[in-house]
């Protein structure tokens, strides 16, 4: 940072803390200043995952919003995706008050511009400038912005992803999916959609709890026992799960087994994608992708880590498809997001329009594994990236984002997490053997330089 530089707040995906230690009423009020004096439009949109502060934190940031003289539109409960398709309609930038997949104890804020795609750096350092100098609008009492209540927001954004696959088909299918909400924002809007799409739907801790009780936000496989146990019994053709705000989905095969969300990326491109188009996808993606571009005859192209980053590029290249490993889809012809409702509807169309099962079209796929893991560290990134750029000299490197490092047909990528004072940690191997014993191998090294 250099010197007199103000500290960021943003993050990857907005402002996160803590409730009531950083995340404070006041601060969050002032974030709710600074938005709407930078904006300086006549509506903003706000809505909020189920979190237990989430109320809290979103009366701060509205009042903030409002005491600029901008009206607020509050949406109530809903999937980030939710609010995204509710600005790009409405044409106005919102506010999304969730930590995603981080623990109960979070919260965030999350900017939202008028074309539905998460708030450009440019305009989060606008935002930021306005709450370091504190040059708040403040009009007159009588100019003070109001609240208003739209409570048909979930309803049109379920509309539009039944409108954008092949509904009948679907329908005609009759397909019996398991779906986990884990507690969070999508525990209304994905349940109605599979129900409008004629699935037989069990659901699993589709109730709001802010806690989390029922499972950790985080869709993953050892997050997702009761799901996978459910599947196992042999009477479901599918199980999903979300995370917390409902932008990503991941997914369980007919035989209950767990699919990571960089086959699924990969699975959709394959029926998605056509000669001649171009896909994006952050170089934490496998080279699974590389291999599906090539046989259809598209170009793939990598960004830095980050939906934000992917989104724009898609944007600027006019691109169909993209994602990222994780299971965060971004389908442009819906919006230019991520957004798992609509990753789940475009895999049931791909089983509908196949006939085939999901664990058989998995395994079209070539075959590569990714290992990720969460690596906390105790020492600033820059300095462990020195040392770490000591113990690989002579490797051949990628430096786009965080540091990947070839090794022969295989890779690993070493970043720092922008949400969490964490490394995040990607090994490709064409094995499941050959991935963990890169993580492993990697993951000591960081440990070792740590101390």
């Known amino acids: 940072m250099k010197a007199g530089q103000k500290k960021r707040l943003f993050g990857t995906n907005g402002i996160r803390g ?36 989430g109320a809290m934190i979103q009366a701060a940031v509205g009042s903030g919003i409002m005491s600029t003289g901008t009206e607020l539109v509050s949406l109530g409960i809903l999937p980030t995706p939710g609010l995204q398709f509710y600005c790009r309609t409405h044409s106005i930038f919102g506010v999304m008050i969730t930590a995603s997949h981080n623990p109960p104890q979070f919260n965030g804020i999350k900017c939202i511009d008028k074309d539905g795609t998460e708030l450009s750096e440019e305009n989060e350092i606008g935002v930021e400038e306005v709450y370091f100098s504190r040059k708040f609008t403040v009009p007159d009492w009588s100019k003070c912005g109001t609240l208003r209540q739209d409570n048909s927001a979930d309803s049109a954004y379920v509309s539009a992803i039944i409108g954008r696959v092949d509904a009948s088909a679907i329908s005609r299918s009759n397909f019996r999916v398991a779906f986990d909400a884990g507690n969070g924002a999508s525990y209304q809007t994905t349940p109605a959609m599979l129900s409008d799409l004629g699935a037989q739907v069990v659901s699993l801790n589709c109730n709001a ?7 950790e936000s985080e869709p993953k496989p050892e997050n997702l026992a009761s799901l996978l146990e459910l599947v196992k019994s042999g009477q479901f053709d599918l199980g999903i799960a979300h995370d917390g705000d409902a932008d990503r989905a991941v997914f369980i095969d007919e035989k209950g087994k767990f699919i990571d969300g960089d086959k699924t990326l990969s699975l959709i491109v394959s029926h998605t994608a056509r000669k001649g188009d171009t896909v994006v996808t952050p170089i934490s993606s496998s080279d699974c992708i590389s291999e599906v571009c090539d046989r259809v005859g598209a170009r793939l192209i990598r960004t830095k880590v980050g939906a934000p980053i992917v989104s724009r590029k ?82 051949d490197v990628d430096r786009m984002d965080g540091i990947k490092i070839k090794e022969g047909k295989n890779w690993v990528l070493i970043r720092p997490s922008g949400t969490e004072p964490i490394v995040r940690l990607y090994a490709q191997g064409k094995e499941e053997k050959q991935s963990k014993e890169l993580a492993d191998r990697y993951q000591n090294m960081l440990e070792k330089l740590m101390k």
């Open 209 to 215: 709890d802010g806690r989390f009780t029922s499972r």
């Open 18 to 53: 803590t409730p009531n230690v950083d995340l404070t009423p006041n601060f969050a009020m002032e974030i709710g200043q600074s938005i709407g004096s930078y904006f300086h439009t006549g509506r903003i949109a706000i809505a909020t995952d189920t979190r237990l502060t």
């Open 314 to 395: 898609m944007i600027e290249l006019k691109a169909r498809i993209g994602g990222e490993e994780n299971g965060g889809v971004i389908y442009s012809e819906h919006q230019v997001c991520r957004d798992g409702a609509m990753t789940a509807a475009l895999v049931l169309q791909l089983m509908a329009k196949t006939g085939s099962s999901i664990s058989n079209l998995i395994g079209e796929l070539p075959k590569y594994t990714l290992t990720k893991r969460a690596v906390h560290i105790t020492k600033p990134w820059s300095e462990l990236l020195l040392s770490l750029e000591d113990e690989i000299s002579g490797k």
